[in-house]
């Protein structure tokens, strides 16, 4: 006998599905009792399969299991309740009948749902992440924390902040409401947006548990892209980036985790298949009036992935989606890249010209991006002083080895041809 | 072939590591081991057993929960494997993920038929 093989983070996205459902059902102020009750489902599920082998349908046995679970340990609390209060209304949300069957479809919705209700308003967004990646993800507080390079402790206080404001939430107003699934949505791209990035733009080494970040977001993204209350250009932007994006992750590294310019990548790597979805969602985003900071940073991916070399880069548009993207976010790491795309199509002088009387706030003046780009652009210009210098903080303020690896070949090997 | 009982014994310590429990994405990996632990000592395992719950003694005399309760907290459960030595089946019971770690244990007895 041996136990046939499940599809990859079938148990991670099992949790998912059925803290969703059963929370939807019961009311999800009682999440904390659904997620003990499908993590013990999942413990039922992994002792008894690989002894008796898998059911015929997985997802429906644990279902079953977890659903009985939960509504066993939800008559308990009210029994309990009304031993204390005589008079104690039945608030408990526990349906008194067996477990209706699933329906097709309704378990985007439930998953969709969750979505919605992580990114609560009066919930802060740290906080949001977390109890979605939790709730969603199905990653534990560990994983959160090895994720997010964060502390055990201060994901668990993320996570309880996020509990108690949902603890509060009336069952009576549980249900959604149209108008709140409106005014969640931006909520809800920034979240998707932020679980991309942490997975995809962040510098630290372990790429392949990052990877997965990227890949949980391009999931979620795809499942609100199908509903009602998503399907609109911000959320098409929103997928053309990640694609075009998640497209060029494997030419980012080397053999060895070292990280790679854009300028040295092989585009034979990037994957075709993600950049055509990408350019497809694109082409969806561009129905209708608006123009989202996510068609800017779609349209800048765009640019890269179409780009036959680095030189034949249209930097030109480049930087007028990065012209773009500073209207609508105004942020200084947007001028940055301005600069940055600026100097490949006009020279270095004018790249540092967008700079020019531009004073950094002080998160970006003692990062190793602010540092690195002026090191490189006054590298070029021949004012080997100020290089110097701020090559000196780039190297120094360097997040990993990785990142440092890259700043001292790129400033390096430049000053030596110099020679 | 003889066969051997291997009976899982939770091995609690005053203040042990509270085994924190097992993440989804864990509870995968685990998975994956298992099968490939019963993929390799195929022919060893001859029933995996299973938990066990509740039992009660029963004897001549009227009286008797008694070793019971602890057997309970101290079996977790049980399965038999053929092995040609005591040293292949402990090597077997050895090799099953989530059997032998901190606050587990397997004792492995020969069943000797006759």
Same mark, same amino acid.
Request: net charge negative; aromatic share 6%; with cysteine.
């Given at each position: 006998?041996?136990?046939?093989?499940?599809?990859?983070?079938?148990?991670?996205?099992?949790?998912?599905?059925?803290?969703?459902?059963?929370?939807?059902?019961?009311?999800?102020?009682?999440?904390?009792?659904?997620?003990?009750?499908?993590?013990?489902?999942?413990?039922?599920?992994?002792?008894?399969?690989?002894?008796?082998?898998?059911?015929?349908?997985?997802?429906?046995?644990?279902?079953?299991?977890?659903?009985?679970?939960?509504?066993?340990?939800?008559?308990?609390?009210?029994?309990?309740?009304?031993?204390?209060?005589?008079?104690?209304?039945?608030?408990?949300?526990?349906?008194?009948?067996?477990?209706?069957?699933?329906?097709?479809?309704?378990?985007?919705?439930?998953?969709?749902?969750?979505?919605?209700?992580?990114?609560?308003?009066?919930?802060?967004?740290?906080?949001?992440?977390?109890?979605?990646?939790?709730?969603?993800?199905?990653?534990?507080?560990?994983?959160?924390?090895?994720?997010?390079?964060?502390?055990?402790?201060?994901?668990?206080?993320?996570?309880?902040?996020?509990?108690?404001?949902?603890?509060?939430?009336?069952?009576?107003?549980?249900?959604?409401?149209?108008?709140?699934?409106?005014?969640?949505?931006?909520?809800?791209?920034?979240?998707?947006?932020?679980?991309?990035?942490?997975?995809?733009?962040?510098?630290?080494?372990?790429?392949?548990?990052?990877?997965?970040?990227?890949?949980?977001?391009?999931?979620?993204?795809?499942?609100?892209?199908?509903?009602?209350?998503?399907?609109?250009?911000?959320?098409?932007?929103?997928?053309?980036?990640?694609?075009?994006?998640?497209?060029?992750?494997?030419?980012?590294?080397?053999?060895?985790?070292?990280?790679?310019?854009?300028?040295?990548?092989?585009?034979?790597?990037?994957?075709?298949?993600?950049?055509?979805?990408?350019?497809?969602?694109?082409?969806?985003?561009?129905?209708?009036?608006?123009?989202?900071?996510?068609?800017?940073?779609?349209?800048?991916?765009?640019?890269?992935?179409?780009?036959?070399?680095?030189?034949?880069?249209?930097?030109?548009?480049?930087?007028?989606?990065?012209?773009?993207?500073?209207?609508?976010?105004?942020?200084?790491?947007?001028?940055?890249?301005?600069?940055?795309?600026?100097?490949?199509?006009?020279?270095?002088?004018?790249?540092?010209?967008?700079?020019?009387?531009?004073?950094?706030?002080?998160?970006?003046?003692?990062?190793?991006?602010?540092?690195?780009?002026?090191?490189?652009?006054?590298?070029?210009?021949?004012?080997?002083?100020?290089?110097?210098?701020?090559?000196?903080?780039?190297?120094?303020?360097?997040?990993?080895?990785?990142?440092?690896?890259?700043?001292?070949?790129?400033?390096?090997?430049?000053?030596?041809?110099?020679? | 072939?003889?066969?051997?009982?291997?009976?899982?014994?939770?091995?609690?310590?005053?203040?042990?590591?509270?085994?924190?429990?097992?993440?989804?994405?864990?509870?995968?990996?685990?998975?994956?081991?298992?099968?490939?632990?019963?993929?390799?000592?195929? *022919?060893? %395992? #001859?029933?995996?057993?299973?938990?066990?719950?509740?039992?009660? $003694?029963?004897?001549?005399?009227?009286? @008797?929960? +008694?070793?019971?309760?602890?057997? *309970?907290? %101290? #079996?977790?459960?049980?399965?038999?494997?053929?092995?040609?030595? $005591?040293?292949?089946?402990?090597?077997? @019971?050895? +090799?099953?993920?989530?059997?032998?770690?901190?606050?587990?244990?397997?004792?492995?007895?020969?069943?000797?038929?006759?």
């Amino acid at each position: 006998m041996s136990t046939p093989r499940l599809v990859e983070h079938f148990f991670r996205h099992e949790y998912s599905r059925l803290v969703a459902t059963l929370s939807r059902r019961v009311g999800v102020q009682h999440l904390e009792a659904v997620e003990d009750a499908v993590q013990s489902a999942l413990m039922t599920a992994l002792e008894s399969w690989t002894v008796a082998g898998l059911p015929d349908n997985p997802s429906a046995w644990l279902f079953q299991v977890a659903h009985n679970d939960l509504v066993g340990e939800l008559r308990q609390r009210t029994r309990r309740r009304r031993i204390l209060d005589e008079n104690g209304a039945d608030q408990m949300g526990a349906p008194e009948t067996g477990p209706e069957p699933l329906l097709a479809g309704e378990v985007q919705d439930d998953l969709l749902r969750m979505l919605f209700v992580c990114c609560d308003e009066a919930i802060p967004p740290e906080s949001q992440l977390v109890l979605a990646l939790k709730t969603l993800c199905g990653f534990d507080v560990r994983e959160i924390a090895l994720r997010l390079f964060s502390s055990e402790a201060n994901v668990y206080k993320r996570l309880e902040r996020a509990r108690n404001r949902l603890r509060e939430v009336p069952p009576t107003i549980d249900e959604l409401t149209a108008m709140q699934y409106a005014a969640r949505l931006p909520a809800v791209h920034q979240i998707l947006y932020l679980l991309f990035t942490e997975g995809y733009l962040s510098s630290h080494a372990e790429a392949a548990i990052r990877q997965e970040l990227s890949d949980e977001a391009i999931r979620l993204a795809s499942i609100l892209a199908e509903h009602p209350a998503g399907k609109v250009p911000e959320t098409s932007a929103l997928l053309a980036l990640m694609h075009l994006h998640a497209a060029r992750i494997t030419a980012r590294q080397d053999a060895s985790g070292g990280l790679i310019l854009l300028a040295d990548q092989d585009r034979a790597l990037w994957d075709q298949k993600k950049i055509q979805v990408g350019l497809t969602w694109l082409a969806d985003s561009a129905r209708g009036e608006v123009f989202s900071r996510y068609h800017a940073e779609a349209g800048i991916a765009a640019e890269h992935c179409l780009a036959p070399s680095f030189e034949a880069t249209r930097w030109e548009k480049v930087v007028e989606c990065y012209a773009l993207l500073e209207q609508i976010a105004p942020s200084a790491l947007h001028k940055l890249n301005r600069a940055v795309a600026v100097a490949e199509w006009q020279g270095p002088a004018a790249g540092l010209a967008v700079l020019e009387g531009f004073e950094p706030p002080s998160w970006l003046a003692g990062s190793y991006q602010w540092a690195a780009v002026l090191a490189d652009l006054h590298r070029r210009c021949g004012h080997d002083h100020a290089a110097r210098r701020y090559r000196d903080v780039a190297v120094k303020s360097a997040p990993t080895q990785a990142v440092r690896v890259l700043l001292q070949r790129r400033l390096q090997v430049a000053e030596f041809e110099r020679r | 072939m003889p066969k051997y009982l291997c009976m899982q014994r939770n091995l609690r310590t005053a203040d042990g590591p509270q085994g924190q429990k097992p993440s989804p994405a864990q509870m995968q990996e685990m998975y994956a081991q298992f099968g490939a632990w019963q993929a390799k000592f195929k *022919k060893n %395992l #001859v029933d995996m057993g299973g938990k066990l719950g509740q039992g009660k $003694l029963v004897t001549s005399q009227p009286a @008797a929960d +008694g070793p019971f309760v602890e057997v *309970k907290e %101290l #079996v977790g459960g049980y399965m038999i494997v053929s092995a040609e030595s $005591l040293d292949e089946a402990i090597e077997v @019971a050895r +090799g099953c993920p989530g059997l032998v770690g901190p606050g587990s244990g397997v004792e492995v007895i020969e069943i000797h038929t006759p």
